[in-house]
């Protein structure tokens, strides 16, 4: 897996979402989507490396990664039930614990371990049910619970409240044997009543693809996004901001589906030209490729350390979306010392 960081300016608002869907979701389960460590968490055939987003009424949706919006606890005497249904195989010998799954606040993830924050992991009354429940006799509450990840604390506002279930965190528990999955979430009290449930199924995809996922390896898992700027400023470049990271994964094509779950490969020296780059170059969108109104991905092909759409190769685009009315809104490879920072290890 390789990364980049995106530099983006905003203006009058302008946003960007780059989160895929879930086939239903209902509840406190917002979605199902690729983990962000997998190059091929949703393969049918291959091991189980998927988030579970969650959401309440008042913030339904991505708004729910919002930091002034808490998550979720768990009562005191109580657990949650993470329960894979239709669609999910076990695999037998891999044990339902921390390795397995973690507990996340935020997006990307900020990992809050058991061992850390309160919690033991282990299987339900049946194979497919992962069981959380606190340590403490007075459970976790949401306002309270918090990850230990070591850039956290310079977050500007601190994620807060359980968010999201990484399944297949370090190891996976599980296949995706069917057309699609189906995963419920249930929050249960000390007397043994569901207080809050949800669920949320998933198509599984025939082969695998590349992909690009949020990450936050850098500046020590600080919390990249919901950063706040004023228009005209740009994340990375204004002082107190931080440029947005993005994991690359080639596709494990000739990978059998068992040993997709390690690979960890992605493209080196790739970047992104912003449309306003591309018209300062003077360069024609072919009919193809029109649709990427935001820009374009580019491999460096000739290693010269530069972006161009003329002789480099096009992997992909970039689809915005902003509010009404917003203009100058620009999304680009961050520059370091003079030069586009291209994607490079995850390890660099």
Same mark, same amino acid.
Do not use: C
């Given at each position: 897996m390789t990364r980049f960081q995106l530099t983006r300016t905003l203006a009058l608002g302008a946003l960007i979402s780059v989160m895929s869907a879930s086939a239903m979701a209902q509840g406190i389960v917002s979605k199902i989507v690729n983990s962000p460590l997998s190059a091929a968490g949703l393969v049918r055939g291959a091991h189980t490396g998927i988030n579970v987003y969650l959401q309440n009424d008042q913030a339904p949706g991505a708004a729910f990664m919002n930091p002034e919006v808490i998550g979720y606890g768990i009562p005191a005497g109580g657990r949650i039930e993470i329960e894979l249904g239709d669609g999910f195989k076990r695999v037998g010998n891999i044990a339902l614990t921390q390795k397995s799954i973690m507990v996340v606040t935020g997006a990307p993830q900020q990992g809050m371990p058991g061992m850390k924050v309160g919690y033991e992991v282990k299987q339900g009354e049946t194979p497919n049910i992962y069981v959380i429940a606190p340590t403490g006799e007075d459970g976790l509450a949401a306002d309270e619970l918090m990850s230990p990840a070591p850039g956290a604390a310079g977050d500007p506002v601190r994620q807060r409240g359980i968010k999201v279930f990484h399944i297949g965190f370090l190891q996976s528990a599980f296949t995706n044997s069917g057309r699609s999955g189906s995963v419920t979430v249930r929050i249960i009290d000390g007397d043994g009543k569901t207080v809050e449930s949800g669920s949320a199924d998933v198509d599984f995809i025939d082969a695998p693809a590349p992909q690009i996922q949020p990450n936050n390896f850098p500046n020590r898992q600080r919390n990249h996004n919901w950063? /706040?700027?004023? &228009?005209?400023? &740009?994340? $990375?470049?204004?002082?107190?901001?931080? #440029?947005? %990271?993005?994991?690359? +994964?080639? #596709?494990?094509?000739? /990978? &059998? %589906?068992?040993?997709? /779950?390690?690979?960890? =490969?992605? %493209?080196?020296?790739?970047?992104?030209?912003s449309t306003q780059q591309l018209d300062a170059m003077d360069f024609f969108m072919p009919d193809a490729i029109a649709r +990427?109104? $935001?820009?374009?991905?580019? =491999? *460096?092909?000739?290693?010269?350390?530069?972006?161009?759409?003329?002789? *480099?190769? @096009? @992997?992909?685009? @970039?689809l915005g979306a902003a509010p009404s009315g917003a203009k100058g809104q620009e999304i680009k490879s961050l520059n370091l010392n003079g030069a586009v920072d291209l994607s490079k290890p995850a390890s660099a």
């Open positions: 950063q /706040v700027i004023a &228009a005209g400023e &740009a994340l $990375g470049v204004t002082a107190g901001t931080l #440029a947005i %990271p993005i994991m690359l +994964y080639d #596709a494990p094509h000739g /990978v &059998a %589906p068992g040993a997709m /779950v390690k690979f960890k =490969q992605g %493209p080196l020296g790739v970047g992104v030209l +990427y109104n $935001g820009g374009l991905v580019i =491999q *460096d092909s000739d290693g010269d350390g530069r972006l161009d759409p003329t002789k *480099d190769r @096009i @992997i992909g685009g @970039i």
